[in-house]
T-cell receptor, first 112, second 116 residues
């Protein structure tokens, strides 16, 4: 049983570019959340998707957007990249609200 | 305001020592959930424990134990007889029942280094 998988593992972009990160949840999970983890910090909640809709959003600008597909996989899109967007982006899935989250290994994004 | 504070940035111990990681939280919600996660160098967050606000029983799982005290808004984590494999960053997190989602509020983490 595969856990949460994310791709790519690492990514290097330049300022102003756009990026798409991908996530497949653990089998049987229909909810996907995205977190941003800056170096030396705890993860920050970006948003959560359930039934292909954004259920809740954290304090992130509209440059951050997402999508969930019928097979529950999800994408995180970031437009007009800034240097400050450099971080580890973590995807998580769960069997339901307030249950334990299963995290992927993350995508390390570097913006130059 | 919702907040999780992990005042210990880094702790270093020698193998077999006991170590306690502190966590203090703030919430206005009466129903909430507390978590501990471990993040090894690989980056993947590993779930350790989940506690709801109505269950103040302490829990022990092998060398790990957790002390939940609502009176002091603390949820501390103790590793007994630490091992080198325990070296990681440990995060405490809060989830409020008001928001029926998976939004977790994380602390800044405590980096634990266990030396042989």
């Amino acid at each position: 049983d595969a856990g949460v998988t994310q791709s790519p593992t690492h990514l290097i972009k330049t300022r102003g570019q756009q990026v798409t990160l991908r996530c497949s949840p653990k089998s049987g999970h229909d909810t996907v959340s995205w977190y941003q983890q800056a170096l030396g910090q705890g993860p920050q909640f970006i948003f959560q998707y359930y039934e292909e809709e954004e259920r809740q959003r954290g304090n992130f600008p509209d440059r951050f957007s997402g999508h969930q597909y019928p097979n529950y996989s999800s994408e995180l899109n970031v437009n007009a990249l800034l240097l400050g967007d450099s971080a580890l982006y973590l995807c998580a899935s769960s069997p339901g609200p307030h249950e334990k989250l299963f995290f992927g290994s993350g995508t390390q994004l570097s913006v130059l | 305001a919702q907040k999780v504070t992990q005042a210990q940035t880094e702790i270093s111990v020698v193998e077999k020592e006991d170590v306690t990681l502190d966590c203090v939280y703030e919430t206005r919600d009466t129903t909430y959930y507390l978590f501990w996660y471990k993040q090894p160098p690989s980056g993947e967050l590993v779930f350790l424990i989940r506690r709801n606000s109505f269950d103040e029983q302490n829990e022990i799982s092998g060398r790990y134990s957790w002390n939940f005290q609502k009176s002091t808004s603390s949820f501390n984590f103790t590793i007994t007889a630490s091992q080198v494999v325990d070296s990681a960053v440990y995060f405490c997190a809060l989830s409020e029942a008001y928001y029926n989602t998976d939004k977790l509020i994380f602390g800044t983490g405590t980096r634990l280094q266990v030396f042989p």
